[in-house]
């Protein structure tokens, strides 16, 4: 039985497809159309996974959409109804958009998936799964456990924007719900919004600007506004929010700014302008409070499931301190956060639910490995590679060795530069995981600078998260698990101590130096830690090993293979131009190593011959 999941309409579009409960592929269609956060029809991405797999589209039995439209639009519309005459303009706005389109999704998920296929699809089998179900079952059947509680935790999906359910099995049981316009994750996303950066898409901006915020009295005090005016947090962790002072039901923003501003004392950020501290401290009192409620959240839970085991997922579940605050309440005995925990994960989600949920299928034995649910998209060969290389008539060394190679770049490493990592296939999900990421020394005083703005092309306070060989994470961070997604932070050993300085700039407070690995020390002495072992992705250990034997420091900078506004790259052609038009030293692909000082001047674009399998 095949079953192709699918996400779209909202953002982050995605695809994957299972065969008898068995994860083939899925990737996020912005890897292919180059657009972050492509919300299209991810035919791109469909058509990988229908590749990958090896069939053609009539031999798929069912396709599954991520949540229920008719159930969302119920939404739209007694909102509208309920706030008339208030949001009219955007019930205007909205409501073509649903009649012309969304209310016939089944029709145009027939349309579109026939421009793929060319050939009738007037029987093929769809449903429609609920979105927190989607998210529930991406990050249950992906874990390794039988028995579970489950938080799922987002802005909104039809109606629910935070689940409690329990899962046993194949079976998932949802025990309570928090229902729009309530909701944790639209109340992180304002502050995300008055910060100046983008919703639903700079919410780990927000995040890493947070510890930046160092007076506590003024973090303090706007805690204390938020808390009093903005939302209600109850002490099993629900939530209500004040409508008084949002907008997003019946406006085309997300809050009242003026409403906001004579409370907190400040003006919203304009975009794109100078970080101030005050912002900083609004980052902290925020990340603070979305602790707190993820923490009551998570005990309640515990309390009405007795389990020692808990998946999470949902938008909210990749804020990585917050998953942090949870682990350290030390109430279960092992957390799994699905890799791809945002909306592109639901299409993953909704295929396994269709499978053990729908059609009442059994969980695999032996349940599949971990690492199998995020190294899930393309790949390519080492014959692909050189034919690519050949045809544009650029220079590189083949290694055919993989320890030879491992030795090599662990040496270009260990010497300040820094490299283009593109091994194996690519990940599923936001972070980059040793597939596709940018690798540099993390002992360099400057290479945080350095990759920030002449690598990443982004805001100078963004921090750069570790990968560590597993083994050894013990003598480099506070860490009691293993941490393979990048989805928790961790204390940094042998930080030095910093006195603080309300007074200090952020960019002074970047330059000071706190620990022997400042590259990947946050400002509180934490970081983003990645766990990387043997049997997950054994080319990523070697080099880890292979830097450790020539330094004597397991550990890397690990950031994603992509500049500021674009998708981690999916191509060959992705990856080398990536690697021309930025500062990067070295790119490595599958087994040839590309060196940028031998290279041709890179005059215009290489042409994109929309082939993703080979170019």
């Known amino acids: 039985m095949y079953i192709l999941g699918i996400s779209a309409y909202y953002h982050d579009s995605a695809a994957a497809i299972i065969y008898n409960g068995e994860i083939i592929a899925a990737a996020q269609e912005e ?36 949540d229920k439209p008719f159930l969302k639009f119920e939404r739209l519309i007694e909102t509208y109804v309920g706030n008339a005459p208030r949001g009219f303009i955007s019930f205007l706005k909205a409501i073509p958009v649903w009649t012309k389109q969304k209310l016939f999704l089944k029709k145009i998920i027939k349309e579109e998936l026939k421009k793929i296929a060319g ?86 901006k927000l995040m890493g600007l947070s510890p930046y915020g160092t007076d506590i009295n003024e973090v303090n005090r706007l805690e204390q506004i938020i808390l009093n005016n903005f939302c209600t947090v109850h002490a099993d962790g629900s939530i209500e929010l004040n409508q008084h002072y949002f907008t997003f039901s019946t406006g085309l923003k997300m809050i009242d700014k003026k409403k906001w501003s004579d409370l907190l004392g400040f003006a919203p950020r304009v975009p794109e302008t100078e970080i101030s501290m005050q912002y900083c401290n609004l980052a902290m009192a925020i990340q603070r409070i979305i602790n707190d409620i993820l923490c009551k959240l998570a005990a309640h839970l515990q309390e009405i ?48 639910a269709t499978y053990h949920i729908y059609f009442e299928k059994s969980r695999l034995e032996p349940n599949p490995e971990i690492a199998n649910n995020c190294f899930l998209g393309p790949s390519f060969t080492n014959e692909e590679v050189i034919k690519f290389a050949n045809q544009r008539n650029v220079p590189f060394r083949f290694i055919e060795n993989d320890d030879e190679l491992a030795n ?4 270009l490493l260990a010497h300040g530069n820094i490299a283009g990592w593109f091994k194996g296939r690519m990940e599923y999900g936001p972070r980059a995981l040793g597939a596709r990421s940018i690798l540099a020394d993390p002992r360099i005083a400057d290479m945080q600078k350095k990759l920030n703005l002449k690598i990443k092309f982004r805001e100078s306070f963004r921090p750069f998260a570790p990968a560590v060989m597993e083994e050894r994470a013990g003598e480099y961070f506070e860490i009691k698990m293993p941490s393979p997604f990048m989805l928790f932070t961790f204390p940094v050993k042998q930080a030095y101590d910093v006195v603080d300085d309300n007074t200090a700039s952020i960019q002074q407070k970047i330059n000071g130096l706190r620990s022997p690995l400042p590259s990947i020390t946050h400002v509180d002495n934490s970081a983003r830690v990645q766990t990387v072992n043997k049997k997950d992705n054994f080319a990523f250990y070697k080099l880890l090993q292979a830097f450790y034997n020539a330094t004597g420091c397991a550990v890397l900078i690990n950031t994603s293979f992509n500049r500021r506004g674009e998708p981690i790259v999916c191509t060959l052609k992705d990856a080398y131009e990536c690697f021309m038009e930025t500062e990067m030293d070295y790119l490595v692909i599958e087994n040839c190593l590309f060196e940028k000082k031998s290279q041709p001047l890179l005059t215009d674009k290489l042409e994109n011959k929309h082939n993703f399998v080979l170019d």
Do not use: M
């Open 31 to 66: 890897r292919f159309t180059r657009i972050k956060h492509d919300d299209a029809f991810p035919s791109k991405a469909i058509t990988f996974c229908l590749e990958f797999a090896g069939i053609n589209l009539n031999e798929v039995d069912t396709i599954t959409f991520y």
């Open 408 to 411: 090599k770049v662990a040496g």
């Open 305 to 352: 499931t007795h389990s020692k085991n808990l998946c999470i997922s949902g938008g909210v579940a990749l804020n990585c301190v917050a998953n942090k605050a949870i682990a350290d309440l030390n109430i279960y005995s092992e957390i799994y956060v699905q890799p791809a925990a945002g909306d592109a994960g639901g299409a993953l989600g909704c295929a396994l």
């Open 119 to 204: 050939c009738d699809l007037k029987n093929i089998k769809i449903v429609f799964t609920e979105h927190h179900l989607s998210h529930a079952a991406g990050a249950y059947f992906t874990s390794p456990f039988r028995e579970a509680a489950i938080l799922i935790v987002d802005g909104v999906g039809e109606w629910v924007t935070t689940t409690l359910a329990i899962g046993k099995e194949n079976s998932i049981e949802i025990l309570k719900e928090i229902h729009y316009p309530h909701s944790v994750g639209l109340l992180y996303s304002a502050v995300t919004y008055y910060c100046g950066f983008k919703v639903n898409s700079g919410e780990y």
